[in-house]
């Protein structure tokens, strides 16, 4: 478990914010950037990716968690999230349900943390639990 103290949440929320610049986002316009922990000490991050069709759209969470799954990476700790309109950040970015889902798969919901941030000095820290109550995960299929 990676200690999430202040200068933790500070680095995740700054490399959060620097993912805005790599947003593909030709049709909302809304910028989102994700900075993910992993348990070995890495971190990956993401953006959202749009696409003229709308639904292969990727949101900037799942593609954080996605490439660090595609290297072998499974195990995380805490999720940074940041996004607005225009990439101005103005409040909390929440991940979609399908985002949650996604944690669900490779994440304690009792553990894991998600990161909502404007800037450094206003964030809130939620369990994946709080976000996706009674989620449903691999446990149930085991
Ligand atoms: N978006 C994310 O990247 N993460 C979320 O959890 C919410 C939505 C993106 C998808 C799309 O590119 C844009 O925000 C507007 O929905």
């Given at each position: 478990m990676q200690n999430l103290d202040k200068t933790m949440i500070d680095k995740l929320i700054g490399t959060a914010i620097e993912q805005l610049k790599f947003?593909?986002?030709?049709?909302?316009?809304f910028k989102v950037g994700a900075a993910l922990l992993a348990k070995n000490g890495e971190i990956y991050t993401g953006c959202n990716i749009e696409n003229a069709?709308?639904?292969?759209t990727n949101c900037a969470e799942r593609t954080a968690f996605f490439k660090a799954v595609s290297e072998g990476i499974k195990e995380f700790d805490v999720i940074c999230i940041v996004g607005g309109k225009?990439?101005?950040?103005?409040?909390y970015a929440a991940p979609c349900g399908v985002c949650r889902q996604v944690m669900m798969e490779f994440c304690n919901p009792e553990t894991f943390k998600i990161v909502l941030a404007v800037d450094k000095e206003h964030y809130d820290i939620y369990t994946l639990k709080e976000l996706l109550p009674l989620g449903f995960g691999p446990m149930n299929l085991a």
């Open positions: 947003s593909y986002a030709p049709y909302s316009n069709a709308y639904t292969p225009g990439g101005v950040l103005t409040e």
